[in-house]
């Protein structure tokens, strides 16, 4: 087993992708964020965050006025995922992930599944594990190509095991805590599971009735980053359908500024049960080369 160790910038999910690139390793880790997001606990929040009243018009209008707060019933769906992120304890789902370059009309489907665990302590770091079993790309035949994301609370490990690499990234140091499920703060910058004013300071969030084409018992909503942090967040729109019981996301659909549209969706959902320690660890197979990229000095890692 070969073993590296390199140090430098910022890591790869962190910087923009080239223009006409499949973004598979951030919308990888962006679908982690989809289901991670709506259970994680929602830390402070920042109360100098804008404020806008927003109605829809139509199943697909929407419009905006600034105002001393959001709509009512916006504020309402905003604080049921919130309080979504105190109920459960561990998620486990199954995933089908697919993303569409508009420019250039290819596109890529993987199937895998994805558990989570939230930390009890200082001492007990929220952990996660997403897996991708199966991919497809364009009009292709599906086949094996299993590619692994584990997070510990210090190291992100992933592994392609096409290729027989294992990367791990160091997000924090030793004894750290850290929030990498915060928008604006940490490399997973999805909207879920966060207090009702960060979403409303980073996105103008309307929602619409339902139609036909929503997924039974969902609730919709609809998020555009607003212009102050286009440069922050890679996202530039994003929808969610939400089921209307447990709070927690069914279908995700988010555009970003590469003109990428990633679509997941989340199947067979079970919460509360209990989850082996050993799936938040990727073992080091013999023949595997592991790279280790942690912190330098200014507290970035290696891409």
Not at 28 to 55: E, F, Q, S, W, Y
Not at 222 to 231: G, I, K, M, V
């Amino acid at each position: 087993m070969k073993n590296t160790e390199e140090k430098g910038v910022r890591p790869l999910f962190l910087a923009k992708h080239k223009r006409g690139q499949t973004p598979f390793f951030a919308a990888g880790l962006a679908a982690i964020g989809l289901i991670l997001l709506a259970v994680a606990p929602a830390p402070a929040a920042d109360a100098n965050a804008p404020a806008v009243i927003t109605t829809a018009t139509s199943p697909t209008t929407t419009t905006s006025a600034p105002a001393e707060a959001v709509s009512e019933e916006v504020m309402n769906i905003l604080r049921e995922l919130e309080a979504a992120g105190d109920k459960y304890r561990t998620i486990r789902a199954d995933l089908d992930y697919e993303v569409v370059n508009l420019t250039l009309g290819d596109s890529e489907k993987r199937t895998g599944w994805v558990a989570y665990s939230k930390g009890d302590d200082d001492k007990t770091p929220t952990r996660f594990r997403v897996t991708f079993e199966k991919c497809r790309l364009g009009a292709g035949a599906e086949f094996q190509d299993q590619v692994d994301y584990a997070f510990d609370g210090q190291w992100l490990t992933v592994a392609k095991h096409k290729i027989k690499n294992i990367t791990l990234y160091q997000l924090a140091a030793e004894g750290q805590k850290v929030e990498p499920l915060r928008i604006g703060k940490g490399p997973f910058p999805l909207p879920f599971g966060q207090k009702a004013a960060d979403m409303v300071k980073y996105f103008i969030p309307t929602t619409r009735a339902p139609v036909e084409s929503d997924p039974n018992g969902t609730i919709y909503l609809r998020l555009l980053t607003r212009p102050q942090y286009d440069e922050e967040l890679p996202t530039t729109r994003m929808e969610m359908w939400i089921d209307a019981k447990t709070y927690l996301p069914v279908r995700l659909k988010n555009r970003d500024k590469n003109k990428a549209v990633t679509t997941v969706t989340f199947k067979d959902i079970t919460t509360n049960k209990a989850v082996d320690e050993g799936v938040f660890r990727i073992p080091h197979p013999f023949g595997y080369e592991v790279i280790r990229r942690p912190f330098d000095r200014q507290g970035a890692v290696a891409p």
